[in-house]
Protein backbone atom coordinates (compact mmCIF):
# COMPACT_ATOMS: atom_id res chain seq x y z
CA UNK A 1 0.00 0.00 0.00
CA UNK A 2 1.72 3.48 -0.99
CA UNK A 3 1.77 6.66 1.41
CA UNK A 4 -0.96 8.40 0.02
CA UNK A 5 -3.56 4.97 0.26
CA UNK A 6 -2.51 4.74 4.01
CA UNK A 7 -2.90 8.25 4.49
CA UNK A 8 -6.32 7.96 3.19
CA UNK A 9 -7.09 4.75 5.04
CA UNK A 10 -5.98 6.99 8.32
CA UNK A 11 -8.53 9.97 7.24
CA UNK A 12 -11.40 7.81 6.36
CA UNK A 13 -11.06 5.69 9.81
CA UNK A 14 -10.55 9.35 11.98
CA UNK A 15 -14.05 10.10 10.08
CA UNK A 16 -15.74 7.86 10.64
CA UNK A 17 -14.90 7.63 14.17
CA UNK A 18 -16.07 11.36 14.00
CA UNK A 19 -19.68 10.73 12.35
CA UNK A 20 -19.95 8.21 15.60
CA UNK A 21 -19.58 10.92 17.93
CA UNK A 22 -21.67 12.80 16.34
CA UNK A 23 -23.97 9.91 15.92
CA UNK A 24 -23.56 9.73 20.14
CA UNK A 25 -24.41 13.09 20.41
CA UNK A 26 -27.67 12.70 18.84
CA UNK A 27 -28.24 10.04 20.97
CA UNK A 28 -27.85 12.00 24.19
CA UNK A 29 -30.02 14.13 22.82
CA UNK A 30 -27.45 17.01 21.71
CA UNK A 31 -28.71 18.21 18.32
CA UNK A 32 -24.95 18.35 16.58
CA UNK A 33 -26.29 17.38 12.84
CA UNK A 34 -29.14 19.97 13.01
CA UNK A 35 -27.06 23.14 13.66
CA UNK A 36 -23.52 21.94 13.16
CA UNK A 37 -22.94 19.01 10.34
CA UNK A 38 -25.70 19.51 7.90
CA UNK A 39 -25.37 23.48 7.66
CA UNK A 40 -21.37 23.13 6.54
CA UNK A 41 -22.42 19.97 4.31
CA UNK A 42 -25.39 21.89 2.78
CA UNK A 43 -22.43 24.11 1.30
CA UNK A 44 -19.95 21.28 -0.44
CA UNK A 45 -17.67 21.30 2.60
CA UNK A 46 -16.61 18.55 4.68
CA UNK A 47 -17.45 18.87 8.39
CA UNK A 48 -14.94 16.93 9.76
CA UNK A 49 -12.46 19.13 8.76
CA UNK A 50 -13.92 21.94 9.67
CA UNK A 51 -14.55 20.11 13.14
CA UNK A 52 -10.82 19.66 13.42
CA UNK A 53 -9.57 23.56 12.94
CA UNK A 54 -12.27 24.28 15.34
CA UNK A 55 -10.97 21.59 17.72
CA UNK A 56 -7.31 22.86 17.69
CA UNK A 57 -8.65 26.49 17.90
CA UNK A 58 -10.27 25.55 21.42
CA UNK A 59 -6.95 23.40 22.54
CA UNK A 60 -4.43 26.74 21.42
CA UNK A 61 -6.97 28.86 23.17
CA UNK A 62 -7.23 26.49 26.50
CA UNK A 63 -3.31 25.90 26.26
CA UNK A 64 -2.79 30.10 26.26
CA UNK A 65 -5.29 30.16 29.35
CA UNK A 66 -4.52 27.59 31.24
CA UNK A 67 -0.48 27.56 30.40
CA UNK A 68 1.26 27.01 33.66
CA UNK A 69 3.09 30.22 35.57
CA UNK A 70 6.48 30.37 35.18
CA UNK A 71 7.80 30.15 38.77
CA UNK A 72 9.45 32.81 40.56
CA UNK A 73 11.88 32.39 43.33
CA UNK A 74 13.45 34.73 46.03
CA UNK A 75 17.64 34.82 45.58
CA UNK A 76 18.39 36.82 48.55
CA UNK A 77 22.12 38.37 48.47
CA UNK A 78 24.29 39.51 51.23
CA UNK A 79 27.95 40.92 50.77
CA UNK A 80 30.55 40.80 53.14
CA UNK A 81 33.79 42.61 53.02
CA UNK A 82 33.56 45.87 51.25
CA UNK A 83 31.33 48.56 52.22
CA UNK A 84 29.06 48.66 49.25
CA UNK A 85 29.50 46.39 46.18
CA UNK A 86 27.71 46.29 42.45
CA UNK A 87 26.30 43.00 42.28
CA UNK A 88 24.83 41.67 38.76
CA UNK A 89 22.60 38.83 38.27
CA UNK A 90 22.22 37.29 34.61
CA UNK A 91 19.44 34.50 33.84
CA UNK A 92 19.10 33.88 30.52
CA UNK A 93 18.89 36.80 28.04
CA UNK A 94 17.73 38.58 31.65
CA UNK A 95 20.50 40.69 33.78
CA UNK A 96 19.62 42.97 37.35
CA UNK A 97 21.63 45.21 38.68
CA UNK A 98 21.93 46.65 42.25
CA UNK A 99 24.10 48.51 44.50
CA UNK A 100 24.51 46.55 48.17
CA UNK A 101 25.48 47.86 51.01
CA UNK A 102 28.02 45.46 53.43
CA UNK A 103 25.60 43.48 55.86
CA UNK A 104 22.19 44.17 54.47
CA UNK A 105 20.30 41.54 52.69
CA UNK A 106 18.68 42.28 48.86
CA UNK A 107 16.42 40.38 47.12
CA UNK A 108 16.25 39.23 43.65
CA UNK A 109 13.33 37.37 41.54
CA UNK A 110 14.65 35.12 39.99
CA UNK A 111 13.48 31.72 37.42
CA UNK A 112 14.23 28.05 38.48
CA UNK A 113 17.31 27.52 36.72
CA UNK A 114 20.89 28.59 36.32
CA UNK A 115 21.84 32.08 37.63
CA UNK A 116 25.03 34.16 37.47
CA UNK A 117 26.32 36.29 39.79
CA UNK A 118 28.69 39.20 39.62
CA UNK A 119 29.75 41.47 42.66
CA UNK A 120 32.56 43.87 41.79
CA UNK A 121 33.63 46.22 44.10
CA UNK A 122 36.80 49.15 44.38
CA UNK A 123 40.15 47.62 46.16
CA UNK A 124 38.29 43.71 45.83
CA UNK A 125 38.80 41.03 43.75
CA UNK A 126 35.27 40.76 41.73
CA UNK A 127 33.08 36.97 42.56
CA UNK A 128 31.52 35.46 40.05
CA UNK A 129 29.44 32.38 41.22
CA UNK A 130 26.93 30.70 39.23
CA UNK A 131 24.08 28.64 41.19
CA UNK A 132 21.44 26.62 40.21
CA UNK A 133 18.35 27.81 41.50
CA UNK A 134 15.40 24.95 42.56
CA UNK A 135 13.54 27.49 45.14
CA UNK A 136 14.17 30.01 47.50
CA UNK A 137 18.13 30.83 48.09
CA UNK A 138 20.05 32.61 50.27
CA UNK A 139 23.87 33.42 49.55
CA UNK A 140 26.54 35.39 51.12
CA UNK A 141 29.23 36.54 48.54
CA UNK A 142 32.48 37.46 50.66
CA UNK A 143 35.06 39.67 48.55
CA UNK A 144 38.77 39.71 48.98
CA UNK A 145 40.78 42.24 49.06
CA UNK A 146 43.12 43.28 46.78
CA UNK A 147 46.64 42.59 48.04
CA UNK A 148 48.53 46.52 48.70
CA UNK A 149 50.79 47.64 45.61
CA UNK A 150 54.32 46.91 46.37
CA UNK A 151 55.77 49.80 48.65
CA UNK A 152 57.60 52.45 46.77
CA UNK A 153 61.26 51.12 46.93
CA UNK A 154 63.83 54.33 46.74
CA UNK A 155 64.95 55.08 43.74
CA UNK A 156 69.05 55.02 43.57
CA UNK A 157 70.65 58.43 42.36
CA UNK A 158 72.48 58.49 39.58
CA UNK A 159 74.26 61.61 40.78
CA UNK A 160 77.81 61.55 39.67
CA UNK A 161 76.93 59.45 36.87
CA UNK A 162 77.94 60.92 33.74
CA UNK A 163 75.61 60.04 31.17
CA UNK A 164 77.34 60.18 27.56
Known sequence: MSIQGSLLKAYFTLEDKYYGLMDFFEKI?????????H??????IPSFPV??????????????????PVQKFD???SISGPSTAQ???????????KTVSEGSFNVFTVSKGLVLIKVSSAGFA????????????ALTVT???LPSPKSNASIPSFSGIQIP
Open 51 to 68: FLIILIIILLAFGLVFRS
Open 126 to 137: ENITDLNVEGDA
Open 75 to 77: LTL
Open 87 to 97: VSVFQGAVSLT
Open 143 to 145: LQP
Open 39 to 44: PIENRR
Open 29 to 37: KIPVYEFFV
